[in-house]
C-alpha cells in the first residue's frame, strides 16, 4: 500500500473549525428567548435559539466522522495498545484536569447568575453532590471518544481488517458514482438508528439516572454510527475522493433538510425530528468536508497554530462564556454588540490562555496531554 505523500491538512483544519464553532453555539444558546441556558442571561434575542439549533445539527456528528476517521487512519500505522494508551494520556488527562478545576468555577458562575451569593453556594454543593451532568458539562464528548477509541483499538488488535482492509471495490465505486443516492440510504439507516435506539433509551427512563448523566449512554448511542462512517470513509477510496468533492444536489439536499427540519422540529414526535436531522446532518457534514478539502488543504501558518489551540480553547471557552455573560447582566449595550463582543473577547483570551499554557510543560501536560520536551538552557 503506497503511503501517503503530503499530510491532508483540511481534516484537522475542518476539526478545529467544528471545536471553534462551539463559541458563537454556545453564546447564542446564552441568548436564546423564552429559555435560559446553563447561566442566565436575563435577556434574549430573535434567531439565536434558530443559529444554535442549525449548528448543533451538523456539527457534532461532522465532528464524529472526523473522529472516526483518524482512529482508522492511524490504527492502521500505529499498535493499538499504544494508540489507545495515547488517546488516554490526550483526552483522559485534561478531562480530569478540567472536571477538578474549570467545571466547579463555571457551575459556581452559573449559580451565581440566578441566585444570591449564599444560596448560590448552597445550589452549588447541592448539585454538586446530586447531579451527574453538572460535573461533566461541555466536557462530554471526551467520555464518548474514549469509549469509541478502545472499542476501535479492541477490533484493530482482533481483526486485522479492521487496519489494513478496504470496503470492496464494487460497492466503493457504486457509492462514489451515485453519491446523493449513497447517502440517503446512509442517512435513512443512521435515522432509524437514532429514532428507534435513543429514543427508546429514553423511553426506558435510563436518561434521568445519575450514572448516565456523567456516563453520557445516550451520546454514544446517537454518535456510534457517525463515527463508524468516519472509519470507512479511510477503507473506502474511491468514495472518500468523491465526498471530498462539491455535490450541487447534496448541497440542495442539506439546505431542503435543514429548512425542513427548523420549520417541524418543535412540532412532531422526537423520532421524526431525529430521522429528519439525520439527513441535514449527513449531507452538511459532505458539504464541509468538499469546503475544507478545497479552502483549507494547504500547511497555512496561522491555520496550523489555530489547528494547534482548539483543543485549549474548546477547553476554556464555555467558563469564559459563562464569565462573561455574567458580567454583562444588565450592561446597557445593544444584545447583538454584546453577543458578538463576548465571542470575539471568549475566542483572543482562549487562545491567549493557550499560548501561556505552551511556556508551562507541567500546564501542557494537564491541559492538552501531551509531554513536552524539556526546554534547554542558556547555557546548554
Known amino acids: 500500500m503506497s503511503q501517503r505523500k503530503e499530510r491532508e491538512h483540511f481534516w484537522d483544519a475542518l476539526r478545529a473549525f467544528l471545536m471553534l464553532l462551539g463559541i458563537p453555539y454556545h ?16 435577556e434574549g434575542l430573535v434567531g439565536a435559539r434558530e443559529f444554535a439549533d442549525t449548528v448543533h445539527l451538523f456539527r457534532m456528528p461532522a465532528f464524529f466522522v472526523i473522529a472516526g476517521y483518524f482512529a482508522v487512519l492511524l490504527l492502521a500505522r500505529r499498535e493499538p495498545g499504544e494508540w489507545l494508551k495515547g488517546r488516554f494520556l490526550r483526552l483522559g ?9 474549570l467545571v466547579p468555577a463555571m457551575n459556581l458562575v452559573c449559580e451565581l447568575s440566578n441566585l444570591p451569593l449564599g444560596e448560590a453556594l448552597a445550589s ?16 462530554w464528548f471526551i467520555v464518548v471518544l474514549l469509549y469509541f477509541s478502545t472499542i476501535a483499538a479492541w477490533l484493530a488488535k482482533r481483526f486485522a481488517a479492521v487496519r489494513g482492509g478496504f470496503v470492496p471495490a464494487r460497492i466503493d465505486d457504486w457509492v462514489a458514482g451515485h453519491l446523493l443516492l449513497a447517502l440517503t440510504g446512509i442517512a435513512a439507516v443512521i435515522g432509524l438508528w437514532e429514532a428507534l435506539a435513543v429514543e427508546g433509551f429514553y423511553k426506558a427512563g435510563m436518561a434521568t439516572l445519575v450514572p448516565q448523566q456523567i456516563l453520557r449512554l445516550d451520546e454514544t448511542i446517537m454518535y456510534l454510527p457517525w463515527f463508524v462512517l468516519g472509519g470507512l470513509l479511510v477503507r473506502a477510496r474511491s468514495t472518500l475522493r468523491r465526498a471530498c468533492r462539491f455535490s450541487a444536489p447534496v448541497a440542495a439536499m442539506a439546505i431542503v433538510a435543514t429548512a425542513t427540519w427548523l420549520l417541524v422540529h418543535t412540532e412532531v414526535a422526537p423520532m421524526t425530528e431525529r430521522f429528519i436531522g439525520v439527513f441535514a446532518a449527513l449531507a452538511s457534514t459532505q458539504v464541509l468536508l468538499a469546503a475544507a478539502r478545497s479552502w483549507l488543504d494547504r500547511p497555512l501558518p496561522w491555520l496550523q497554530k489555530l489547528t494547534s489551540a482548539s483543543f485549549v480553547i474548546y477547553l476554556f471557552h464555555l467558563p469564559l462564556i459563562v464569565l462573561f455573560v455574567w458580567l454583562g447582566q444588565g450592561l446597557p449595550v445593544p444584545l447583538a454588540i454584546k453577543m458578538l463582543g463576548i465571542t470575539v473577547l471568549t475566542g483572543v483570551l482562549s487562545y491567549a490562555i493557550w499560548l501561556g499554557i505552551q511556556r508551562v510543560r507541567s500546564m501542557t501536560l494537564l491541559f492538552e496531554g501531551i509531554v513536552a520536551p524539556a526546554r534547554r538552557s542558556a547555557m546548554a
Open 124 to 139: 452549588w454543593r447541592h448539585q454538586l453532590a446530586t447531579s451527574g451532568g453538572y460535573w461533566v458539562r461541555h466536557l
Open 93 to 101: 488527562l485534561p478531562f480530569l484536569t478540567c472536571l477538578l478545576t
Open 27 to 42: 453564546v447564542a444558546l446564552s441568548y436564546q428567548t423564552g429559555q435560559d441556558f446553563i447561566v442566565h442571561s436575563g
